[in-house]
Structure formats: C-alpha cells, structure tokens
C-alpha cells in the first residue's frame, strides 16, 4: 500500500537528520516543506507546505496515482508538529512516520539536562493561555515552550510574574541547529525565532490546590461570602473539568470564583456582579491568587450573561430576584450545563426544587454547619446559616442540522 512518508527533520540542519530520513527525502518523487526546510530538498522535488489544506489534497492526488509523497516537518513529527492534522485528514493507515530530534532534545543536549518528566507547550500556531502556562511551570520541575512572535520571551515573562512564578529559572534556545543558533539564560526581551523556552521549577507542586481556602485568606469587606464548607460542597456537585467554562453568577466577594479557577487552570471563569464594591473584592481576590483565568463582568444577570462565552458549568450564587430568568438562561445553552445553586430561603429553595428536578443527575442538599469557638473556658458550637444547595445537569438545545 502506497503511504505518505511524514519525516522529521531534526532541528533544521543537514546534520540533524537521521539517515532513514536522509533515504526516505532522496527517494520521494514530491517532498513538501515550508521554506525554512527548503534547503534539504532537492529544488526539483520541492513542494511549498502552507497552505496546508491545498498541499493535503495534493498529497492524496500523489497517493492516488502511486507516486512516491513525502512530508518535512521541523523537529520530530509528534512533538506539535503537522502529523496531527495529517493523522486526522488522511488516517494512520495512510501515513509512515520517521522520527525526527526534536528541538526539545536538542536544547537538553546543549544545557546537558534531561527531558523525562517534563511538561510540554506550544504557542506557535496555537493557543496558549496564561493559566495553563503557570498551572504547568508551578506543578513540574521543567516546562518546556515553543514560542512565536507573539508569545516571546517578553509575554512570557510577564504571564509567570502575574502567576506569582518570579523566582523560577528560564532559558531559550533559539534557530536550535541552524546557523544562527544561540542558547539564552535569563533572557529579557525578544530573541529570534524559531525559540523553544525551559522554565526550571526548584519547588514545583503536585496537581491541583485542593479545594476549601481558608475563609480568612480572602479580602471580605462587607459583601456576603459563601463560607468554607458550602464552597468545598459546590465544587463536589459541579463536578468541573480542567478546561471547564463557569458562569459564577451573583460573585459577591469572588470567592467561588477563586476556587473555580484554581481547579480549572485550562479553563476560564466568569464572574459576573452588579455590586460595585463586590467588583473590587473580585479583582483584589483574584489578584491575591494569582489568577489569570477569571474575567469579571460588570452587570445584572441575565442581561449580563449574553455575550459571556457559552458556559460548560454554573453556579447561581444570587439572582436578585430573577432565578428563573437566569435559568431560563442556562436552559437555552445548546450543550448541556452542570449547574449548581445555592438558595438560603425557602422561596428560592422552591425556584429551584421544580426547575432542577428534571435536570439530568439532580442532586439537592440542606448544609448546615456549626463550627467550634472558644467562650470562656469551655468550646461551644456557633452554628451557620443554613443553605440550600442544588445541582444537575441542563438537557441542551442542539440546533436541528
């Protein structure tokens, strides 16, 4: 069976090329490669790669008529290279893969460190936000970057010092293999590019913060808080994932939020308040965490949610008086919600008893908590408003194709 041969070129230099790659280039009769490659392929044998949808259905012309395609990528051709689209648009079955030294080894090989463990990032072609880059640098010792124009050493700096991520250690290897090759420690503003970053973490921490911050961690003024013990119960029925969109509607001090976010470092909370002086504790809150994954709304919900990007999960923290708009809401989101709310009156409990009944894993629960305080010489219980919490998972709207 005739297949396309993806080869992976090293990090751009003759010498860096394996031999089965060598062989695989001199044998192909068509060999696509952006330009920064063009220099290892015969002129007569060159194909320009961008752009990429053109050049794919070129290559399934070349298959079809039995000629023999190749594919250069930069690097090896799994680490965020071109094989992925590739592998999605013609099959694996389809495709042979030589692999390649990636600019990951290439700049171990000149730090004489190792690679094993590491955590590994693109912003070249892709998004990367701040939050996973911090949530990566803080939980591995090393974290590896591709970067571009505009994500460069200067945005790379300032997106670890908004994560609080000052004291760690960054070197960038720049056109690794090419002729004007430079490996930088502790560089500051731009470097040339192709660049690949190593940020060594000396402390790095083990997964996700847990949940149920202290109550006195957060800045508090005189806006109602969820408490500790309802926090770490609402996060339980959520049920978030990683990369989870939360709506944290009627945010108050932000306190959700912040702990929303620290558990969804690919993801993005929205926290949205008509309160001015609830605002500022939201942004005072997520500044003191470090959290560069929480955009605050100024407005009243529901108006306020229209143009927030559809939600995967939502907490209904308040209403002001329009919970069954706000559900209407969330109802109307083509995919499905999780949803948790929390009511402290027997009205509002009510609301959401006869909306959230039908929502698919309903959950409901009556926390009420005391916690222990010293009087006097002995500890007595002082107990906490009790509150409402109810949770389940919207069915969707999926628009009819």
């Not at 090419?178 to 490996?183: I, K, S, T, Y």
């Amino acid at each position: 069976m005739n297949r396309i041969t993806v080869v992976g070129g090293g990090p751009g230099g003759e010498d860096g090329l394996t031999m089965e790659a060598r062989r695989a280039l001199d044998g192909a009769d068509a060999v696509y490669a952006a330009q920064r490659y063009a220099h290892l392929v015969p002129p007569e044998k060159l194909r320009p790669l961008p752009p990429v949808g053109e050049a794919v259905r070129e290559m399934e012309r070349s298959l079809a008529e039995g000629r023999k395609t190749a594919v250069l990528v930069s690097g090896d051709a799994g680490f965020y290279s071109l094989l992925a689209r590739l592998r999605e648009e013609l099959g694996p079955d389809r495709l042979h893969v030589i692999p390649g030294v990636s600019s990951v080894q290439a700049l171990c090989a000149r730090l004489c460190t190792g690679w094993e463990e590491a955590a590994m990032l693109s912003a070249h072609g892709r998004e990367l936000s701040s939050s996973r880059l911090c949530h990566a640098v803080r939980t591995h010792a090393r974290t590896f970057v591709l970067l571009d124009a505009a994500h460069g050493v200067p945005w790379l700096r300032g997106a670890l010092r908004d994560g609080g991520l000052c004291a760690v250690r960054l070197s960038v290897g720049c056109d690794l293999g090419g002729a004007r090759e430079a490996v930088l420690s502790e560089p500051e503003g731009e470097v040339p590019q192709p660049a690949l970053a190593l940020i060594e973490n000396g402390a790095p921490e083990a997964g996700l913060p847990p949940a149920g911050i202290p109550d006195g961690d957060f800045v508090r003024g005189r806006t109602p808080m969820t408490k500790r013990e309802i926090r770490v119960q609402a996060l339980s029925m959520l049920r978030l994932t990683p990369d989870a969109v939360v709506w944290d509607i009627g945010a108050g001090t932000g306190s959700v939020s912040v702990e929303c976010a620290r558990q969804c470092p690919d993801g993005l909370v929205c926290a949205v308040e008509r309160e001015q002086e609830a605002l500022s504790l939201i942004r005072e809150n997520v500044r003191r965490f470090f959290l560069q994954n929480v955009q605050v709304t100024e407005g009243t919900a529901p108006e306020a949610l229209c143009c927030l990007p559809a939600p995967t999960h939502a907490f209904i923290g308040g209403s002001g008086g329009r919970l069954r708009e706000v559900l209407d809401v969330l109802e109307a989101v083509p995919s499905p919600v999780r949803v948790c709310a929390a009511a402290v009156t027997l009205e509002s409990a009510a609301v959401l008893q006869g909306r959230m009944k039908t929502y698919d894993g309903f959950e409901a629960v009556l926390l009420s908590v005391s916690r222990l305080e010293a009087a006097g010489s002995v500890t007595l219980p002082r107990p906490q408003s009790p509150v409402y919490l109810f949770s389940g998972t919207t069915k969707g709207r999926r628009e009819e194709r």
